[in-house]
């Protein structure tokens, strides 16, 4: 908080939060980071979907840790949030759109949150897709998507990381004056780490027109960027060196 909202009173008090998963999370995990850190014990509530029960999985390929990111992040920047609402649906079967679905039902939350690419899925669903991210705006409800982690995109992009009805989030790596300090410099986050490549992904898109507000920005060739298709991401903020507790402690 000290470097993205210095002197900034507002800790998301009486808001509620949803979050859209395709794994389930340890409990103890949540109470520990909380613990931890000193944070308050924010309430969670879990939405099953598609028969999914909501144990997590385990094994390498475990989806439980992107979970209990998205969780404790939330919290860290949020911590008077009244819940944490997580939609979850089965980590194999799993459909965006019944989560989407899910979510435009609950019009008392007004922020929702995605760290998920959503794989390959048809025009159809893409457009069933769009519709709800639509649908949220209607309802004054915001949704932010984390861009990925695999770097650059140079033809089309998983969705939804070029939709251009939602915020689409880059990550970077944050420099701060001191321990809990304020902003000192932040650059793209782009690592090389083992056999691939992680960093922030981001691009122009194949598909959608660029939207109004980024029509007219200066330099946008001298920025790579894109005058006539949709450049993202939107924002950015920090996702490398991040701690969190997960994997059952």
């Given at each position: 908080r000290?470097?993205?909202?210095?002197?900034?009173?507002?800790t998301?008090?009486?808001?509620?939060?949803g979050?859209?998963?395709?794994?389930?999370?340890?409990a103890g995990?949540?109470?520990?980071?909380e613990?931890?850190?000193?944070?308050p014990?924010?309430p969670?509530q879990?939405?099953?979907?598609d028969?999914f029960?909501?144990?997590?999985?385990t094994?390498?390929?475990?989806?439980?840790?992107?979970?209990?990111?998205?969780?404790?992040?939330?919290?860290?920047m949020?911590?008077?949030?009244?819940s944490?609402?997580?939609?979850?649906?089965?980590?194999?079967?799993g459909m965006?759109?019944?989560?989407?679905?899910?979510?435009s039902?609950?019009?008392l939350?007004?922020?929702?949150?995605?760290?998920?690419?959503f794989?390959?899925?048809?025009?159809?669903?893409r457009?069933?897709v769009?519709?709800?991210?639509l649908?949220?705006?209607?309802?004054?409800q915001?949704f932010?998507?984390?861009?990925?982690d695999s770097g650059?995109?140079?033809?089309a992009?998983e969705?939804?990381?070029d939709?251009?009805?939602?915020?689409?989030?880059?990550?970077?790596?944050?420099?701060?004056?001191?321990?809990?300090?304020?902003w000192?410099?932040?650059?793209?986050?782009?690592?090389q780490?083992?056999?691939?490549?992680?960093?922030?992904?981001?691009g122009v898109?194949?598909?959608?027109s660029?939207p109004?507000?980024?029509?007219?920005?200066?330099?946008?060739?001298?920025?790579?960027?894109?005058?006539?298709?949709?450049?993202?991401?939107d924002?950015?903020?920090?996702?490398?060196?991040i701690?969190?507790?997960?994997d059952?402690?």
């Amino acid at each position: 908080r000290a470097p993205y909202a210095p002197g900034v009173a507002l800790t998301g008090a009486g808001q509620r939060l949803g979050l859209l998963e395709f794994d389930g999370y340890y409990a103890g995990d949540i109470a520990a980071y909380e613990s931890q850190t000193g944070l308050p014990n924010v309430p969670l509530q879990i939405v099953l979907l598609d028969g999914f029960n909501g144990v997590p999985t385990t094994g390498p390929n475990s989806g439980n840790s992107e979970v209990a990111l998205d969780i404790e992040m939330a919290i860290s920047m949020a911590p008077g949030l009244s819940s944490v609402v997580v939609f979850e649906d089965d980590p194999v079967y799993g459909m965006p759109n019944d989560i989407l679905q899910a979510m435009s039902t609950n019009t008392l939350i007004k922020q929702f949150s995605c760290s998920w690419g959503f794989g390959t899925i048809t025009s159809a669903q893409r457009t069933a897709v769009d519709n709800y991210f639509l649908k949220f705006a209607t309802q004054g409800q915001s949704f932010f998507n984390a861009e990925g982690d695999s770097g650059a995109f140079t033809g089309a992009a998983e969705a939804p990381d070029d939709d251009p009805y939602i915020t689409q989030v880059g990550g970077t790596t944050l420099a701060t004056a001191g321990p809990g300090g304020p902003w000192l410099w932040e650059t793209v986050w782009n690592a090389q780490e083992g056999p691939g490549v992680a960093g922030s992904s981001g691009g122009v898109s194949p598909t959608y027109s660029i939207p109004s507000w980024q029509q007219g920005v200066n330099n946008m060739l001298a920025n790579l960027g894109s005058t006539t298709h949709r450049n993202s991401p939107d924002v950015a903020m920090v996702a490398d060196n991040i701690f969190i507790v997960a994997d059952n402690g």
